[in-house]
């Protein structure tokens, strides 16, 4: 199998946008603080923007979507016709194949948690300058882990799909050349010439 450019670009541009927005994610967390309620002598949270969690799922489906097309590609490594044996692009093939999912996993794991940690908001109270009431927030750096992990599925993902396409090639140029042996156009003619002298 041939490498193919326009796979290449898509795996990347998806790859590279799911960062984008993973990192604006992290940028962008819901921030809350307890503020006293104007018609009683309780407090309550008060949330920021919920932007994060957007780009967080955005980024979620970007990722979802690249992985999809590398493996829908390949065939996943284990539903194609398989990879030549005893050649090292066939062992990098599987190892980055490995690491870009371990990765992709844990950058989906990240981005999904942190969407659904930043969508949550405290809904209880406390008491007004009693007991300090506890607003539940994304803590630092979970966005920020689903966009490293990011950057390392789409290293992965890009290795995975060289090493596979070196791999694969020999699929079909093993036996390219091999088959029946036949008779050359310039052996033709002498035969023909020995079947009329034994006429």
């Not at 307890?34 to 979620?60: H, I, L, N």
């Not at 966005?143 to 396409?165: D, V």
């Amino acid at each position: 199998m041939a490498v193919s450019v326009p796979i290449l670009a898509v795996v990347t541009s998806l790859h590279l946008l799911a960062f984008v927005f993973a990192f604006g994610a992290e940028r962008r967390r819901s921030t809350a603080v307890p503020v006293p309620d104007q018609y009683d002598e309780q407090t309550f949270c008060r949330y920021g923007t919920d932007a994060s969690t957007v780009y967080g799922m955005s980024a979620f489906g970007l990722l979802l979507v690249s992985q999809a097309v590398v493996n829908g590609v390949t065939k996943c490594l284990c539903c194609g016709k398989g990879l030549v044996t005893g050649t090292s692009y066939t062992v990098w093939a599987i190892v980055f194949f490995v690491v870009s999912w371990v990765s992709f996993l844990g950058a989906e794991a990240c981005l999904l948690a942190g969407s659904a940690k930043n969508a949550y908001h405290t809904k209880s109270k406390g008491v007004f300058q009693g007991k300090e009431l506890s607003c539940a927030v994304l803590p630092v750096g979970v966005f920020a882990a689903g966009a490293a992990f990011t950057l390392m599925s789409l290293i992965a993902t890009i290795l995975y799909y060289l090493a596979h396409s070196k791999a694969d090639t020999g699929g079909w140029e093993k036996h390219h050349n091999d088959g029946i042996g036949m008779t050359t156009p310039s052996d033709a003619p002498k035969q023909q010439n020995n079947d009329f002298d034994k006429v």
